[in-house]
Nanobody, 128 residues
Framework: QVQVVESGGGAVQAGGSLKLSCGVS????????VAWFRQAPGKEREGVAV??????????ADSEKGRFTISRSQDNAKNTVYLQMNSLKSEDTAMYYC???????????????????WGQGTQVTVSS
């Protein structure tokens, strides 16, 4: 069973930075796209960024291009996906979730429906 655990959220002032981490482990974790999603109160969940298993395919939502950077590293039996967030705005305030795709070696995208393995979320709060 694939396990996904996020960390790194917190409170920051507008213009500041945060780095989120997502640990992906467990049987069958390899070969999967991993994406970050977020959901603000009263709003629908939206995709933020996604990275392929090998790191060769990366996509961002338009509003995050140039501000957020997704990356991935491998250490023993765990894969860690990072989301570096710079120039944060109050509208970035949300619960951020990391998710692993339900199929291995599938095309990566920012639609949440193919993602089967979800973390518990980490809160990001940006004050203006």
């Amino acid at each position: 069973q694939v396990q996904v655990v996020e960390s790194g959220g917190g409170a920051v002032q507008a213009g500041g930075s945060l780095k989120l981490s997502c640990g992906v482990s467990g049987y069958g974790y390899g070969g999967r796209c991993v994406a970050w999603f977020r959901q603000a109160p009263g709003k629908e969940r939206e995709g933020v960024a996604v990275i392929s298993f090998g790191g060769d395919a990366i996509y961002y939502a338009d509003s995050e291009k140039g501000r957020f950077t997704i990356s991935r590293s491998q250490d023993n039996a765990k894969n860690t996906v990072y989301l570096q967030m710079n120039s944060l705005k109050s509208e970035d305030t949300a619960m951020y979730y990391c998710a692993a795709h339900g199929r291995t070696w599938a095309p990566c995208g920012l639609d949440g429906s193919p993602y089967t393995y979800w973390g518990q979320g980490t809160q990001v709060t940006v004050s203006s």
